[in-house]
């Protein structure tokens, strides 16, 4: 059976709706993912998760591999287990952290120079050893190395990092398929990652030599990192031409109501971002009528829920006065609630996002949540 079954597409844009096969259950697309970088949501509880019906986490191998390490995650039997999470779950291989200057020392053709933020120690994470680690930990899905650039390098920069992606791909697939032959029971799965920055004909190139390579799924990297959303838009648009229809499709990154209901439209399948835990520690909180900035004067005295129209226990329970005074007197209990209430709120979207396709009214339903939410 293939890992990923289409079930339903739209009649007038590329949105579908599909099933992608895990060892730890069905995920139903188009999902989000929450980050869980360290195996934990921030300031959202496994419960509380499984309660909004979030299928799926992601989390990063490589911040795993430095801690905990392999040897305590492998005695508690795996990332799952180690976590306490029963559902589905996608490892990144640390080429993220390539964004970060705390985590990069230098990248060649072998593989990337990690720097160790606990003690400044120098890890070379070839391809092979991002594979392996992710095997290891027992994901679900395992995510290729790739070499991702900040927005705005020129030209060669990003052919550099094309053709390096593109040979780190092949190494993880070969290194892949051999940990699978030497272990056959496993069914983890394992995506390719696409770059070329916003030059078409550098995306072209990448997502047809990793699309030959047949990859589980294919995620279009590289976007989401300061460049103008109409370029993501049409990157999107343009790379989903050369990707068959049975393969699955993650843009990494994209945590935003708007730009999920827009790259969906597109034909993206998976999302994940740290955005909407990230935004509500910061205060802004995610409404249908758009969003709004807890810590404003203006909710001081509002005995109003956050969102009218959003069923959360937190829009049930409280007013917009009493997590307002929460998040100016620091009490973590307002990042908890307001936390639950952004996540709740995207997985609540993915919901009615797969509802509208399968009812073939997903243009209709974009239109109406884009003229309220301004």
Known sequence: MPCFELTHESESSLARSGVLHTAHGDLRTPFFMPVA?????????HPELYKMEVDCLITNAFVNYLKPGLELISKAGGLHKFFGWEKSLFTDSGGFQLLSEDFVDHVTNNGVHFRNPFDKSIHLITPEQATQIQFSLGSDVAMCLDHVLHFGKNRLDY??????????????????????EKNPNSKQLLFGITQGGTFLDLRKKSTLTLEAMEFDGLAIGGLCIG??????????????????????????????????????????????????????????????KGQIRIDKSAHKQAFVSLDSECDCFVCKNHTRAYLHHLFKTYEQNGLLLLSYHNTYFIAKLMQQIRTAIKE??????KKEFELKYK
């Open 37 to 45: 970088t360290k195996g934990a949501v921030k300031f959202v509880s």
């Open 159 to 180: 052919f550099d990092a094309m053709v390096r992606t593109t040979d780190w791909a092949w190494r993880c697939k070969t290194a892949h398929n051999e940990s699978k």
């Open 227 to 288: 460049e103008d959303p109409s370029i993501m838009h049409n990157v999107t648009e343009f790379s989903k031409k050369f990707i068959a229809k049975e393969r699955p499709i993650y843009l990494m990154g994209v945590g935003s109501p708007l730009e999920i209901l827009n790259l969906v439209e597109r034909g993206v399948d998976v999302f994940d971002s740290a955005y909407p835990t990230r935004m509500a520690r910061h205060g802004l909180i995610f409404t249908h």
């Open 360 to 365: 073939n009214n997903f243009e209709k339903f």
